[in-house]
């Protein structure tokens, strides 16, 4: 069984021929859908354009590195938006920078 602990061992598995079958796989079962802005109520598709930066992943329900037989698993795979990726995974990369100051200039 492969192992996905280190970021080599994940970005290989990433680019691989097989994940990326699957991720298309799921892309279509999930209507090229974000299912957690679905569970809210919410809609966010963004069609496949290649010419586009990716705004759809294909995010493990149960992550690879805890439950590497489950990596190539549809099941275990959902769409989301990279908001909801993110949010998923505390990742805020989207935060605005605090100011260094706060008394006026001049």
Same mark, same amino acid.
């Given at each position: 069984?492969?192992? $996905?602990? &280190?970021?080599?061992?994940?970005?290989?598995? $990433?680019?691989? !021929?097989?994940?990326?079958?699957?991720?298309?796989?799921?892309?279509?079962?999930?209507?090229? +859908?974000?299912? +957690?802005?679905?569970?809210?109520?919410?809609? $966010? &598709?963004? $069609?496949? %354009?290649?010419?586009?930066?990716?705004?759809?992943?294909?995010? !493990?329900?149960? +992550?690879?590195? &805890? !439950?590497? !037989?489950?990596?190539?698993?549809? %099941?275990?795979? +959902? &769409?989301?938006?990279?908001?909801?990726?993110?949010?998923?995974?505390?990742?805020?990369?989207?935060?605005?920078?605090?100011?260094?100051?706060? %008394?006026?200039?001049?």
């Amino acid at each position: 069984m492969a192992e $996905y602990k &280190t970021k080599e061992q994940k970005r290989k598995f $990433y680019k691989s !021929h097989a994940w990326q079958e699957v991720r298309q796989r799921v892309l279509i079962r999930d209507n090229y +859908e974000c299912q +957690e802005c679905k569970r809210q109520g919410k809609v $966010y &598709t963004d $069609y496949h %354009d290649p010419n586009k930066h990716k705004r759809l992943d294909v995010d !493990h329900i149960k +992550e690879i590195y &805890t !439950h590497p !037989h489950l990596a190539l698993n549809e %099941d275990n795979c +959902e &769409t989301l938006c990279v908001r909801c990726h993110n949010d998923k995974h505390d990742r805020f990369w989207l935060r605005k920078k605090q100011a260094k100051w706060d %008394d006026e200039k001049w």
